[in-house]
Nanobody, 115 residues
């Protein structure tokens, strides 16, 4: 079975940084896209960043230049480096894997940006 486990969330002041990690298990190969989504209270889940199996990346306009997504295929781990955090970045962040056009999700990790 596919399992995605996120870690690295927490409370940080505006302007600070966090690094989220997502470890995948039960997945064969690396030819699939992975991404980070987030959901704030009362809002829909939105795409933050994606990285394809070939290594290309894309970002939401709101985080471009501040966040960096990367993956370590040997460790089957995807990362989200978040810099210059803003209060509007506060949300539950979810790891996602697109396997054969099926979406799988982690349990989510809370990120709170507040002074």
């Amino acid at each position: 079975q596919v399992q995605l486990v996120e870690s690295g969330g927490g409370l940080v002041q505006p302007g600070g940084s966090l690094r989220l990690s997502c470890v995948a298990s039960g997945i064969i190969g690396t030819r699939y896209a992975m991404g980070w989504y987030r959901q704030a209270p009362g809002k829909q889940r939105e795409l933050v960043a994606i990285v394809t199996g070939a290594g290309s990346t894309n970002y939401a306009d709101s985080v471009k230049g501040r966040f960096t997504i990367s993956r370590d295929n040997a460790k089957k781990t995807v990362y989200l480096q978040m810099n210059t955090l803003k209060p509007e970045d506060t949300a539950v962040y979810y790891c996602n894997a697109n396997l054969q056009n099926r979406f799988y999700w982690g349990q989510g990790t809370q990120v709170t940006v507040s002074s």
